[in-house]
């Protein structure tokens, strides 16, 4: 795993804890900063997933 996978993954995983609290005080200004914040996480995942395939087919002869 590299550094954009777990820094990704944290932002997935703070972004839903953010909405899920937004959602449950009736906060919905939190509620879609959390959502963002997720879907931030999971682009810079993806990102991270794309360079660990590449680091992987360089690799092979």
Same mark, same amino acid.
């Given at each position: 795993?590299?550094?954009?996978?777990?820094?990704?993954?944290?932002?997935?995983?703070?972004?839903?804890a953010q909405?899920?609290?937004?959602?449950?005080?009736?906060?919905?200004?939190?509620?879609?900063?959390?959502?963002?914040?997720? $879907?931030?996480?999971?682009?810079?995942?993806?990102?991270?997933?794309?360079?660990? $395939?590449?680091?992987?087919?360089?690799?092979?002869?």
């Amino acid at each position: 795993m590299n550094e954009h996978q777990t820094k990704g993954k944290l932002k997935d995983v703070a972004g839903k804890a953010q909405s899920s609290v937004g959602r449950a005080t009736g906060d919905r200004d939190m509620e879609a900063r959390g959502q963002a914040r997720q $879907g931030e996480g999971k682009v810079q995942k993806k990102l991270g997933d794309v360079k660990q $395939g590449l680091k992987t087919l360089v690799r092979k002869p």
